[in-house]
């Protein structure tokens, strides 16, 4: 840990509310303190704090590098501003401790996949096929150890209702008692997980494709169960929703897809930049490189939520699926990850409530610096479809 009572120069410390001998706990609890009071979706129209939000985001930056940090303290501030940034802090936002037990560890997956070198190298048409095997063998190992962690959280509802399988009447009684008491448990846990960073995205990841798959689980059990017009009602649900999670898995990709070539081009413009000092002012430069830590921060949440959700459908699959289980036991499977899925995607924050993208607005601001270096992409920028009611809210991020 790096301590220098007497700093050359303690804006930066004094910016964040820290002492200059701050440890990196402190620095980075201040840093997530005032990057959530400055975020623009929090103060829109307001450029004042706009501004600081970059500050602390180019201070944080320096403060959070053991070598930077002590280059800070020797010299001062460093006005030859250069892009750097680090995949593996950036992931972890979205890979907290609390979350692994559903998601797992996204951060083994995606390190190497957004490794700097695969932006720098403009010869590369597509830099990432190389890791996408790798990416899908990683997954599907972890899908089985996610559902061995979801199986023991539905057991909870599971055990209240098992012994009553042979008596519909009852059991759906029992069902309506113990999925009540279920979401009570899931409610108090959700409560504690939406404090996480990005918890409140995290959450509503999860409960959209528990809902999803879950619902098709049910409809799936009357398909093959229920009386005839249940039958034909649950085909036409089920079909629906096949339908909702395949557009929801392409519009994805082709968003992902599309927000990874744009990335690349402002790389381009970045190493231009940096090599060539008299086209551009310092300010200017610094804006452009701060906008593109912003589109990128907000490029991996959405790669970091894709990959959550291919997990979670094959976890959920993986439970559904099961054909030396007893029809009804998957049915109870169905209802409690069903449940689960409510309550998370019911979940709020206050401090998440008004939030909306900025990514267009990040996107834009940079296209007078894109178009004076580059032809190779004018427009800068591109706007995610609309994919549903339960994706509009996880649409927006918010950096903590």
Excluded at 21 to 27: F, G, L, Q, R, V
Excluded at 196 to 219: D, M, P, S, W
Aim: charged share 30%; glycine share 4%.
């Amino acid at each position: 840990m790096i301590i220098d009572e007497n700093p050359c120069d303690t804006e930066y410390y004094d910016t964040l509310g820290v002492k200059s001998n701050a440890s990196p706990k402190e620095i980075k609890m201040a840093y997530h303190k005032n990057a959530l009071k400055y975020h623009p979706d929090k103060n829109p129209g307001n450029k004042e704090a706009e501004g600081m939000f970059k500050d602390i985001c180019k201070i944080y930056e320096v403060l959070s590098d053991k070598e930077k940090r002590s280059e800070y303290n020797k010299y001062g501030k460093n006005d030859n501003f250069k892009f750097n940034y680090d995949p593996k802090e950036i992931l972890k936002q979205f890979s907290g401790d609390c979350f692994k037990e559903y998601i797992g560890d996204i951060l083994v997956s995606y390190i190497n996949y957004f490794s700097k070198e695969n932006f720098d190298d403009q010869n590369k048409k597509n830099p990432f096929i190389q890791y996408e095997r790798k990416i899908k063998k990683e997954r599907i190992s972890r899908v089985y150890v996610l559902a061995k962690n979801l199986m023991k959280k539905v057991e909870i509802h599971i055990k209240f209702v098992r012994s009553y399988y042979k008596n519909n009447k009852e059991l759906s009684k029992k069902e309506k008692e113990s999925i009540t008491n279920f979401k009570k448990i899931i409610s108090i846990e959700a409560d504690e997980l939406k404090y996480e960073a990005y918890g409140v995205k995290l959450l509503h990841t999860i409960g959209y494709i528990f809902k999803l798959k879950g619902n098709q689980a049910l409809r799936q059990y009357d398909i093959t169960n229920g009386a005839i017009h249940h039958r034909i009602s649950s085909r036409a649900i089920n079909f629906k929703n096949k339908i909702e999670e395949t557009n929801h898995i392409i519009l994805e990709n082709i968003f992902n897809t599309n927000s990874l070539l744009i990335y690349q081009e402002k790389m381009k413009v970045i190493k231009f930049l940096e090599n060539n000092n008299g086209s551009h002012t310092q300010e200017e430069k610094r804006k452009f490189f701060e906008e593109c830590i912003l589109f990128l921060i907000h490029l991996y949440w959405n790669f970091s939520k894709f990959e959550i959700e291919q997990t979670l459908i094959l976890v959920c699959e993986y439970l559904f699926n099961d054909s030396v289980v007893d029809p009804i036991e998957i049915k109870e499977r169905a209802m409690a990850v069903f449940a689960i899925g409510e309550v998370f995607s019911e979940v709020s924050d206050k401090t998440e409530s008004n939030q909306s993208s900025i990514t267009d607005s990040t996107t834009t601001n940079t296209t007078s610096i894109d178009s004076t270096t580059t032809n190779t992409n004018s427009s800068g920028t591109t706007s995610k479809p609309s994919i549903d009611s339960f994706d509009n809210e996880i649409e927006t991020w918010v950096l903590v």
